[in-house]
């Protein structure tokens, strides 16, 4: 099936710092990426969806500064945290969807700000 | 506003049947998928529905009507390791991705 590769599976960064995530679609293009957060026992939280070659529209109380999405190609999506501070401690989760395709997950990448 | 509802958590046995529940409403549909999610790992991909009726996968199906806003994923031979969070999301007209809080599902000897 489908494959999704999001890297790094995990991360440790200094509070202010940025740090980027990487979202591919190995086999398929994705006209869509999707990329949610998700806190500890809860659900995923929709942040922001981009379509190749167009900025992203991001939800509600998302800041587009803090979190830049560049979705540059039909195979890859980039999440930029900016200026990390603790809070932002979190899981990400990106998912990528092709004209005819359900949406596909990547693996996730765990962030730790210390 | 956008809502879907199902339970939070379900408990049932091993080698037994479960249904989990979900109800929708939305700006639009697109489908409805089910996921399954371990704890501390992205999810899974289950089951897609666009069309009333009935998706049977191996040992979970998938049944919508769209006129009810409604879905179930059923779970039939139960294992151990479908201890999980099952959610239900559905796409909406602007073809993104409307989540329930997921359903815990725990499986007891």
């Known amino acids: 099936g489908a494959v999704v590769s999001q890297h790094p599976s995990r991360v440790i960064c200094k509070s202010g710092t940025s740090v980027k995530i990487e979202c591919r679609s190995l086999?398929?293009?994705?006209?869509?990426m999707f990329w949610y957060r998700q806190f500890p026992k809860q659900s995923l939280m929709l942040m922001a969806t981009?379509?190749?070659?167009?900025?992203?529209?991001?939800e509600q109380g998302v800041e587009k500064d803090k979190f830049l999405i560049n979705h540059a190609s039909l195979t890859l999506s980039t999440l930029t945290v900016t200026s990390a501070h603790p809070e932002d401690s979190s899981f990400y989760i990106c998912?990528?969807?092709?004209?005819?395709?359900?949406?596909?997950f990547g693996q996730g990448t765990r962030l730790t700000v210390v | 506003g956008q809502n879907i509802d199902q339970p939070t958590e379900m408990t049932a046995t091993e080698g037994a049947i479960v249904q989990i529940n979900c109800t929708y409403q939305?700006?639009?549909?697109?489908?409805l998928f089910w996921y399954q999610q371990h704890a501390g790992e992205a999810p899974t991909f289950l089951s897609y529905?666009?069309l009333d009726g009935l998706e049977e996968k191996g040992r979970f199906s998938s049944f919508l009507s769209r006129s009810k806003g409604y879905s179930y994923l059923l779970l039939k031979e139960l294992q151990m390791k479908d201890s999980a969070s099952y959610l239900c999301?559905?796409?909406?007209?602007?073809?993104?991705?409307?989540w329930g809080a997921g359903t815990k599902l725990i499986i007891k000897p």
């Open positions: 998912s990528a969807k092709g004209r005819e395709t359900e949406a596909f």
């Open positions: 086999d398929f293009q994705a006209t869509t």
């Open positions: 981009s379509n190749e070659g167009s900025k992203a529209t991001y």
């Open positions: 939305t700006s639009g549909f697109n489908g």
């Open positions: 529905n666009v």
């Open positions: 999301a559905v796409m909406d007209s602007n073809y993104q991705l409307i």
